[in-house]
């Protein structure tokens, strides 16, 4: 196969037609996507050049944010180029000649389930979890019981033949699940643009009373915007890691210093990327 007809591959975590199938075709229209059963999955076919990027779920503003990514991140050794807002719109899913009245039983994701829960128990249905949305789908097109019905994407609907019984079942409208995009190499982000761009980073604090106070106090004194900042313990509970995003490029003199200033207090500094910060947030603003 020579090199311009090559098939670029973007890895996402669930099966066919789950939301992170759907974020990778908006983003990468022209590449395919490629379905891993885990997270540690899709990081592994990125870090072995079976994939050129992943695309990974890290917030959902009524989930919050979703596990196990951000311990994945430092240990991966890959770097986000950039982030996609991805609109949840949820569908209850039946077989063909299913009808609402009749259903008893619901599958989906942990996360998806209580972002329907009005619906559910409106129809008075007993939820269960399954691994990912696309995959209760298809369970329940293998099982052919019209008394199952799926919570999953119109996506999900055309790849395993499910009859689309409601539309736009989730509880909050604004339900938008936010994704980075990995690679194994860095993005290149010209430092004029840093009002527009978001830089990751991960660290670590000693436990030591006002060790987060000091290693942060940087950022405020050099007029830093931080967006983010999320803790988690590593395995033997002495440290405080953290992930952290800000608004600008490392090169930035501000951030420059306040970078310099968290390495005095905090250890295993490591830039997880700068990317362009979506539209989307531009419209969080003005709303």
């Known amino acids: 196969m020579t090199t311009a007809n090559k098939i670029h591959y973007v890895a996402f975590q669930g099966a066919p037609g789950a939301f992170s199938d759907l974020a990778c075709r908006a983003v990468f229209p022209d590449m395919q996507s490629m379905p891993c059963s885990s997270f540690d999955d899709a990081f592994l076919a990125v870090q072995d050049g079976s994939a050129d990027y992943a695309m990974i779920p890290i917030d959902n503003t009524l989930a919050g944010r979703v596990a196990d990514v951000h311990r994945l991140i430092p240990e991966s050794g890959l770097f986000i180029i950039g982030e996609h807002f991805e609109p949840i719109n949820h569908c209850l899913l039946g077989v063909p000649g299913a009808r609402k009245e009749e259903l008893k039983r619901v599958h989906s994701h942990v996360h998806a389930l209580p972002q329907c ?26 099982d052919g019981d019209k008394t199952q019905a799926a919570i999953a994407s119109r996506l999900a609907a055309e790849i ?19 994704f980075i995009v990995l690679s194994r190499e860095p993005r290149a982000m010209d430092v004029s ?22 290693a ?9 915007n931080m967006t983010k900042l999320e803790s988690y313990i ?12 800000v608004i600008g490029h490392p090169e930035q003199a501000g951030l420059a210093l306040a970078l310099e200033e968290l390495t005095f207090f905090a250890k295993d500094v490591r830039i997880a990327g700068t990317y362009p910060a979506h539209p989307f947030r531009s419209r969080i603003v003005v709303e």
């Open 234 to 245: 590593g395995p033997d509970f002495n440290a405080a890691r953290f992930y952290s995003e």
């Open 160 to 178: 395993y033949g499910l009859e689309i019984l409601q539309d736009g079942i989730q509880d909050a409208d604004s339900n938008t699940t936010r």
């Open 216 to 224: 942060l106090g940087g950022f405020a004194t050099n007029g830093v």
């Open 117 to 142: 829960r009005k619906l559910i128990r409106s129809l008075g249905l007993q939820p269960f979890v399954y691994a990912d949305t696309a995959g209760a789908a298809a369970k329940v097109a293998a």
């Open 193 to 214: 643009d840093y009002d527009r761009l978001i830089t990751s980073f991960v660290f670590e604090v000693r436990n030591i009373p006002a060790a987060l106070y000091k």
